[in-house]
Nanobody, 129 residues
Framework: QVHLVESGGGSVQAGGSLRLSCEAS???????LGWFRQAPGKEREAVAA????????????SVKGRFTISQDNARDNAKNTAYLQMNSLHPEDTAKYYC???????????????????WGQGTPVTVSS
């Protein structure tokens, strides 16, 4: 099992920035790290993902150009950390943000929550107008 710990959430005004971190440890059987979010009363949705072996990145349309996913130990799943730099935040970005690890065989499926077997506890982000 991959153990994931998120940090970096908080409260910010619209237009501000936050940087989320996700520390992965334990099992190394994954090749994607993803960020997902869930707002109160809404379904969990995919935000971004990164291919941990090759650095390819994927984004939801709603965050393209504002959010950037990165990692600091590509090809070393035993001690990798994924980041989500969030700029130009909008009130509608308010949600609990979750990190997830999964082993995917089709890159275009990066946003399927069911394909991620391991999840962190989440970190809350609140954007006020």
């Amino acid at each position: 099992q991959v153990h994931l710990v998120e940090s970096g959430g908080g409260s910010v005004q619209a237009g501000g920035s936050l940087r989320l971190s996700c520390e992965a440890s334990g099992d190394t059987y994954y090749n994607y790290l993803g960020w997902f979010r869930q707002a109160p009363g809404k379904e969990r949705e995919a935000v971004a993902a990164i291919y941990t072996i090759g650095d390819a990145t994927y984004y939801a349309d709603s965050v393209k150009g504002r959010f950037t996913i990165s990692q600091d130990n590509a090809r070393d799943n035993a001690k990798n950390t994924a980041y989500l730099q969030m700029n130009s935040l909008h009130p509608e970005d308010t949600a609990k943000y979750y990190c997830a690890a999964g082993r995917l065989t089709v890159p275009t499926w990066w946003n399927y929550t069911a394909l991620y077997a391991n999840w962190g506890q989440g970190t809350p982000v609140t954007v006020s107008s």
